[in-house]
C-alpha cells in the first residue's frame, strides 16, 4: 500500500509539471468590474460579502451569535472571580482610553463608508469591539455593566441580528433599494445597512463577552 501511495504522488506530481491546466473562456470584463456593477458599490469586497455569497454571511452572524451565548452558558456554573484584573496607572490609563477613542471612531468610519472603501461591518465591529475592551480594562466593572444594562445594548444585539436577516432574505428573494449613484455616502441598495448591522452586531456581542470573561474569569 505504501507503493500505491507513492506512485499516485509521483504521477500527481508529472501531471503539475508536464500537463497544463486549461485556461477558462472568460469575457473581456473583469471579475471585479461585474461585482461593481451588479451590486452598486466601489468596494468588491462589500459586494461579494453581502450579494454574492450572503447565504455564508447569514450563518456567519448566527455562527458569531451563537458563540456569544456559548460563552455565558459555558460559564454560568462557574463563581464570579474575586480578584479582577485592569490598568491602575495613570499614563496607562490615558493611552489605553486614547487607543478607545480612536478605536471607536475607525469603528464609526468602516461601518458607515464600508462599501466604498477597504472595510465594512465585521472590520467595524471588531474596531468597536477593541474600543470597549480597552474601555473595560481601565474602568470599573460595575460601570460598565451597569452601562450596558442601562442602554439596553443585550436587546439592541438581537434586534440587529433579527433586522439583518429579515433584510438579506428580502435581497435574496430579489426586492432590492435603488443603488443610486456609484461611489456615494448613499449608493449600494441595502449594503450600507447590512455593514452597519453587522458593526453593530459584532461591537455589541464583543461587549457581551467581555463582561461575561471579566465577571468571571477576572481579566481578558
Not at 474602568?139 to 438581537?158: D, F, G, L, V
Not at 428580502?170 to 458593526?199: F, K
Request: proline residues 5%; hydrophobic residues 55%.
Amino acid at each position: 500500500m505504501k507503493w500505491l501511495y507513492i506512485a499516485a504522488g509521483i504521477v500527481l506530481f508529472v501531471k503539475f509539471l508536464f500537463i497544463p491546466n486549461p485556461t477558462a473562456d472568460l469575457p473581456d470584463i473583469s471579475i471585479v468590474e461585474a461585482v461593481v456593477q451588479d451590486s452598486g458599490v466601489p468596494n468588491a469586497v462589500s459586494g461579494i460579502i453581502f450579494r454574492n455569497r450572503l447565504y455564508d454571511t447569514i450563518f456567519e452572524v448566527i455562527v458569531f451569535t451563537i458563540a456569544i451565548m456559548g460563552v455565558s452558558f459555558l460559564l454560568a456554573n462557574e463563581r464570579p472571580s474575586c480578584t479582577i484584573y485592569q490598568f491602575k496607572d495613570q499614563p496607562s490609563i490615558v493611552l489605553a482610553r486614547l487607543g478607545a477613542t480612536i478605536a471607536a471612531l475607525v469603528s464609526i468610519e468602516l461601518a458607515i463608508r464600508g462599501h466604498l472603501s477597504p472595510g465594512g461591518g465585521f472590520a467595524a465591529g471588531v474596531a468597536g469591539g477593541t474600543a470597549i475592551g480597552l474601555v473595560a480594562i481601565t474602568s470599573s466593572p460595575e460601570w460598565m455593566q451597569e452601562i450596558y444594562q442601562r442602554w439596553h445594548a443585550a436587546t439592541w444585539e438581537k434586534v440587529s441580528v433579527l433586522i439583518f436577516i429579515v433584510l438579506a432574505v428580502m435581497t435574496l428573494a430579489g426586492l432590492e433599494l435603488p443603488h443610486g449613484e456609484l461611489g456615494a455616502l448613499v449608493s449600494g441598495g441595502v449594503i450600507p445597512l447590512l455593514n452597519i448591522l453587522v458593526a453593530v452586531k459584532v461591537a455589541l456581542g464583543s461587549w457581551a463577552a467581555i463582561l461575561i470573561f471579566i465577571r468571571y474569569r477576572g481579566l481578558l
